[in-house]
C-alpha cells in the first residue's frame, strides 16, 4: 500500500448506492457500514455516502459529482445480468468512454460457467467502460471494475467483500483512525452539550459527538471521540470523563 507523504491531505471517498431495492425499504444496506469500517481501517475518511435509483440520468450525475470531490467512490449495485443493471453503462457516461464486451471479463466468466450457460443475460456481466481495470471477485468471478478515481462493486454483500479485499490494498493509505467511547449514562445531553462543544474546540484533530440510545433502562448516552492522534485523543477522553465525574458529582449533591 501507498504511503501518503508527510503532511499530506487524508485520502477522502464516498460510497455510492445503487439500486430500486434500496429506496423501496425491501433490501437493507449494509454494504456502507461494511466499507466505513474497512475505509477507516486503512485512514481514508469516508466523507459521504449516497443512495440513487436505477436510472442512468441519476446514476451519471452522482458519479460525476462526488469523484471531482472526492479522493475515490465506492460503487455497489447495479451490475448483475438483468435489464436494470445499469451501472456499468452510467459510469461510462459518466466518463464519456465506450462500453462493450470485454474479454479479459469474458474469460473470468467462463471460469464459472459452460458456453451453454454463458447466455446473453450473464455476458451482460461482462460489458466494461473501456480502459478500466477490472476489479476481481473471488465468489462469482463476475468482475467490477475501477475507472478513474471510481470504483464499481457489486451489490450482493459477501461478493462486495470480496471485491473490497481486492482494492483495498490499492488504496492510499493513511494513520488509522482511532475511536474511543465514553460512556455518559443517564446524564442527559443537555447537562453536558455545551461543555463537550467547548471540549471538541480545545482539541484539535479530534472529533466528538454524543450518541443517545435507547434501551430498557431508559435512555443511555455514549460520547465518542475519533482522531488519529493518539495523544490528542486520549487527552480529549480525559476531558470527557473529567465533565461527566463532575456533572455525576453535583447530581450525588443535589
Do not use: C
Not at 446514476?59 to 435489464?83: D, S
Amino acid at each position: 500500500m501507498e504511503d501518503p507523504k508527510k503532511g499530506e491531505a487524508p485520502a477522502t471517498a464516498a460510497v455510492l448506492v445503487i439500486g430500486d431495492e434500496i429506496l423501496s425499504g425491501r433490501t437493507q444496506d449494509v454494504n456502507t457500514r461494511y466499507i466505513a469500517n474497512y475505509l477507516g481501517e486503512i485512514g481514508v475518511d469516508l466523507k459521504e455516502a449516497r443512495v440513487v435509483s436505477d436510472d442512468e440520468a441519476a446514476i451519471v450525475a452522482a458519479v460525476n459529482e462526488l469523484r471531482a470531490r472526492y479522493t475515490y467512490v465506492l460503487t455497489t449495485g447495479g451490475i448483475g445480468p438483468t435489464h436494470d443493471d445499469i451501472t456499468a453503462d452510467a459510469v461510462a457516461k459518466a466518463f464519456g468512454v465506450e462500453i462493450g464486451e470485454d474479454p479479459r471479463a469474458i474469460s473470468l466468466l467462463r471460469e464459472r460457467f459452460s458456453e451453454e450457460e454463458l447466455n446473453p443475460a450473464r455476458r451482460r456481466m461482462a460489458r466494461i467502460p473501456k480502459g478500466a481495470e477490472l476489479v476481481l471477485n473471488a465468489i462469482s468471478k463476475a468482475p467490477g471494475f475501477w475507472i478513474g478515481n471510481v470504483i464499481v462493486m457489486a451489490g450482493v454483500p459477501v461478493i462486495m467483500q470480496a471485491m473490497m479485499d481486492t482494492v483495498g490494498p490499492q488504496l492510499k493509505s493513511g494513520a488509522r483512525i482511532l475511536v474511543e467511547t465514553v460512556a455518559a449514562g443517564a446524564i442527559p445531553e443537555g447537562s453536558y452539550a455545551a461543555r463537550l462543544e467547548e471540549i471538541a474546540r480545545g482539541r484539535q484533530g479530534v472529533s466528538v459527538g454524543s450518541y443517545p440510545s435507547f434501551t430498557s433502562a431508559g435512555v443511555r448516552n455514549q460520547i465518542v471521540l475519533r482522531s488519529r492522534d493518539k495523544d490528542a485523543l486520549a487527552q480529549a477522553a480525559e476531558d470527557v470523563r473529567r465533565l461527566l465525574a463532575e456533572l455525576a458529582d453535583q447530581d450525588g449533591r443535589r
